[in-house]
């Protein structure tokens, strides 16, 4: 657990704030796309700039530790440049039903980066998520602490509210992820329906043992 982590915040709370008087707050489309939406936010100050020249990414109010703990880049021959940057969080279920995390951009809100958004099922599969974006220029990108930076949705098959509740990280816990994320450098470009079949019977047995520890 990382105190400086900002807790997920109900997207219908957060928008309503930023825009109390807007007619898009009655507008029950818009409600419902925020049904189940958390933002996450900044926990740090940060500037990025990638230098073409020497193709480094920099970055400011940062140590050399902090950089490697936390930040990371990936260059290609046919992407932009894709910062991948904390802070990262890791989403458990103890459905048996699917239940699919949506990552996805900030609504209603211009950006100069374009993020990676993904989705999987969290009853099959466990990882953690991190804001992972493309820079386009060399311009340099400011984020300050508590500054939104995207938005998870969940999506069952039920429809049903969900509710977060914050844990600690244990050794079960551990394993079931670092497991999960070994596949992918042991046997690389798996997709996910082969995924969740590799991973359905240890997934399972897993999560039993985490909930009950847990009751």
């Given amino acids: ?23 898009l707050m009655k507008c029950p489309a818009f409600s419902e796309q925020l049904k189940n939406t958390y933002v996450i936010k900044s926990p740090y100050d940060i500037s990025f700039k990638f230098d073409k020249e020497s193709k480094k990414l920099k970055t400011t109010k940062t140590s050399q530790d ?16 894709i910062v991948h940057f904390f802070p990262r969080y890791l989403f458990l279920t ?29 009853s099959k599969w466990v990882r953690p998520i991190e804001y992972a974006f493309e820079l386009y220029d060399e311009n340099p990108i400011h984020i300050k602490r508590g500054d939104p930076l995207f938005l998870v949705k969940f999506v069952s098959s039920e429809n049903t509210p969900i509710h977060l509740e914050k844990g600690l990280m244990t050794p079960d816990i551990l394993a079931l992820t670092k497991n999960c994320i070994k596949v992918k450098k042991l046997i690389p470009q798996m ?23 847990k009751s």
């Avoid at 902090?66 to 440049?81: G, K, Q, V, W």
């Avoid at 048996?96 to 999987?120: D, H, R």
Wanted: hydrophobic share 40%; net charge negative; charged share 20%.
């Fill in 1 to 23: 657990m990382n105190i400086t982590y900002f807790a997920p915040e109900p997207a219908f709370a957060y928008y309503l704030k930023q825009r109390k008087d807007s007619l």
């Fill in 191 to 213: 997709n996910l329906k082969a995924l969740y079949s590799m991973s359905e019977e240890y997934v399972n047995l897993m999560q039993d043992k985490i909930w009950e520890d």
């Fill in 94 to 122: 103890d459905s048996k039903t699917p239940l699919q995390i949506i990552q996805s951009p900030l609504l209603l809100q211009p950006s100069k980066v374009g993020m990676v958004a993904g989705t999987f099922d969290i």
């Fill in 66 to 81: 902090f950089y490697n703990e936390n930040i990371s880049f990936r260059l290609s021959e046919t992407d932009p440049i």
